[in-house]
């Protein structure tokens, strides 16, 4: 059983930066491909960008393409999403997801077995 524990939300103005960590409890997080998704009031539960479980290959939504950098500590147990460029469409509660079963249908919420509590970030305009 994995735990994931999500942190770094906040409050931001736009065009400001945000960086959210995601610490998982256990020992086989480094075999894991993990992921951040994100879901706005009313709105489904949607893909932000997910890694490889050694960090070499990253894949991102066009919506943050370029803004938004997703990276890992195995040694600490960590996956990152670094936000800069941040817009008020960004608000949502931000969850890291972990994947035990390798590098296949990111995208989808249905390929990911753990959860974190998720996170808020607001940005103002």
């Known amino acids: 059983q994995v735990q994931l524990v999500e942190s770094g939300g906040g409050l931001v103005q736009a065009g400001g930066s945000l960086k959210l960590s995601c610490v998982a409890s256990?020992?086989?997080?480094?075999?894991?491909?993990m992921a951040w998704f994100r879901q706005a009031p009313g709105k489904e539960r949607d893909f932000v960008a997910a890694?490889?479980?050694?960090?070499?290959?990253?894949y991102y939504a066009d919506s943050v393409k370029g803004r938004f950098i997703i990276s890992r500590d195995n040694a600490k147990n960590t996956v990152y999403l670094q936000m800069n460029s941040l817009k008020p469409e960004d608000t949502a509660v931000y969850y890291c997801?972990?994947?035990?079963?390798?590098?296949?249908?990111?995208?989808?919420?249905?390929?990911?077995?753990?959860w974190g509590q998720g996170t808020q970030v607001t940005v103002s305009s």
């Open positions: 997801a972990g994947n035990p079963f390798g590098w296949r249908r990111v995208t989808s919420r249905d390929s990911y077995d753990y």
């Open positions: 256990g020992r086989t997080f480094s075999t894991y491909s």
């Open positions: 890694i490889t479980s050694s960090g070499a290959g990253t």
